[in-house]
């Protein structure tokens, strides 16, 4: 028995001497992390118009919105004159208003309650969705999958936009942050029962059904196994339902539902078109600045949710990843070579 188990440990010995349990460096670990998840993904994007586009806008109104901000005086009535043409000064250059308010000024502090907005809106919206959606497809036929569908199914039905409408006139919220919550309740049932289905069919896979039989946790099979491939999907739909929430917000403040407490797209068009802007084209300016800002900006998210369908595409990655580290390898050769 003794010489039994002396031979076991010699050859235990050698198997942990021969095989390095963990071969792949630190440094190698987070070029490997860099090459995946910053140079392809940036190599990708320069390759891909949509997201160029998308990106340059969305950072332009960032801008506006944290920069701009400061370099900008908030605006109060009587800074300019009345009613001012575009371009006449560079101190207003998109003219003024009525009350002698720098047309463009107030788009730039009303950008910060925009972002605010569609930020509260989609993480309520998108987040709730894919938490729903995620629990529901992996507990499939279980009574908790059934009590989440009915919900879901049961805010379907409810019209969303009477819904907020109704919502807003009660509480009339002036924080943006609660405006956007509020905005987000009726945008995610679609969405879940849409990461639902993705679930139901990843959960089928073969290595998830090998990660059940071996006894690992849910909360890690949820997290590597199945977001990892919802994250993609579901950052497309938050870019979508931004748009949304831009257009339901700026509708709200349009139609005067919600306060007029803070400068805002949709307060700009209200108030010029209650100062018959339609008809007087002295005052178009006014209501056609925000119009612009409002289009600049969905499309930008429109063309950033396209490109982040090829950004997240794991082939491309993969593949862009790899034409760097032939690069790389190209060169030093050449390097080497030159050297000798």
């Known amino acids: 028995m003794s010489e ?13 001497e021969d095989i390095d349990p963990d071969p792949e460096s630190r440094a190698d670990r987070a070029k490997r992390f860099l090459e995946m998840n910053v140079v392809a993904p940036a190599r990708i994007a320069a390759d891909d118009w949509r997201a160029l586009v998308g990106g340059a806008i969305l950072a332009f109104f960032l801008l506006m919105g944290t920069v701009g901000v400061w370099l900008v005086e908030r605006p109060t009535s009587g800074d300019a004159p009345v009613l001012a043409a575009p371009f006449e000064s560079l101190a207003y250059p998109l003219g003024t208003d009525v009350f002698g ?3 463009h000024a107030q788009l730039i502090h009303a950008t910060p309650g925009m972002f605010k907005m569609i930020f509260a809106g989609a993480v309520v919206s998108v987040g709730f969705a894919a938490l729903v959606g995620v629990v ?9 999958d059934s009590f989440l569908m009915t919900v879901t199914d049961v805010v379907i039905t409810i019209p969303g936009l009477p ?12 924080n943006p942050y609660i405006v956007g919550v509020f905005l987000g309740i009726d945008n995610w049932p679609g969405l879940a029962r849409t990461v639902r289905s993705q679930v139901l069919s990843i959960r089928e896979e073969s290595y998830v ?5 071996m006894g690992i946790p849910l909360s890690s099979i949820l997290r590597r196994d199945i977001l990892s491939q919802l994250m993609p999907y579901v950052m497309i739909n938050g870019a979508l339902t931004s748009r949304r929430i831009i257009f339901e917000s700026v509708g709200l403040y349009f139609l005067g539902i919600l306060p007029f407490t803070t400068f805002n797209w949709g307060v700009m068009m209200n108030l010029a078109y209650e100062g018959n802007a339609l008809t007087r084209p002295d005052m178009l300016p006014w209501m056609v600045a925000p ?5 600049l ?7 950033l949710s396209q490109g982040l369908d090829s950004l997240f595409n794991v082939r491309l990655r993969a593949r862009h990843a790899n034409t760097s580290k032939k690069g790389t390898s190209k060169n030093n050769q050449s390097q080497a070579t030159g050297g000798d």
Do not use: N, W
């Open 4 to 16: 039994a188990h002396s031979d076991t440990f010699d050859l235990k010995d050698l198997y942990d």
């Open 101 to 103: 308010q720098p047309i």
């Open 136 to 144: 529901a497809g992996f507990e499939h036929g279980t009574r908790i």
């Open 163 to 174: 819904l907020i409408i109704v919502i807003t006139a009660i509480f009339q919220p002036e």
């Open 209 to 213: 059904e090998a990660s059940e039989i």
């Open 291 to 295: 119009m612009v800002c409002i289009f």
């Open 297 to 303: 900006l969905s499309f930008g998210l429109v063309l």
